[in-house]
């Protein structure tokens, strides 16, 4: 009867040794994707550093003289071919 056991518990160790290695397998795949890497562009810093008109110069090619933002701002856009994610925070979250 021991002999039984054992080879219950061995079979046990088997499932759970394939179980695991296909869960690794399935989240390196996951991990591994063909996408292109995406960038971020943070625009950080304190209350009227002009960050809200860099945002506005490089996304729109305006050049302002200043520009107060209520709101935070994001865009994406392509550079070369490549895509980026823009972000302007406001002032307001580093200041206080």
């Known amino acids: ?6 080879e219950a518990g061995l079979s046990q160790i088997y499932i759970g040794a394939i179980i695991a290695i296909v869960l690794i397998l399935i989240v390196f795949k996951a991990f591994k994707s063909k ?3 995406r960038s971020l562009i ?3 810093g ?3 550093a002009g960050k809200t008109q860099l945002f506005i110069n490089l996304n ?8 107060p933002s209520i709101h935070n701002n994001q865009t994406s856009f392509s550079l070369n071919g490549k895509p980026h994610k ?3 925070y406001i002032g307001d979250n580093i200041s206080k």
């Open 46 to 48: 304190e209350r009227f």
């Open 42 to 44: 943070v625009l950080v």
């Open 35 to 37: 996408r292109k890497p």
């Open 86 to 88: 823009m972000i302007d």
């Open 1 to 6: 009867m021991g002999l039984v056991d054992n």
């Open 60 to 67: 729109q090619g305006k050049k302002l003289a200043t520009v």
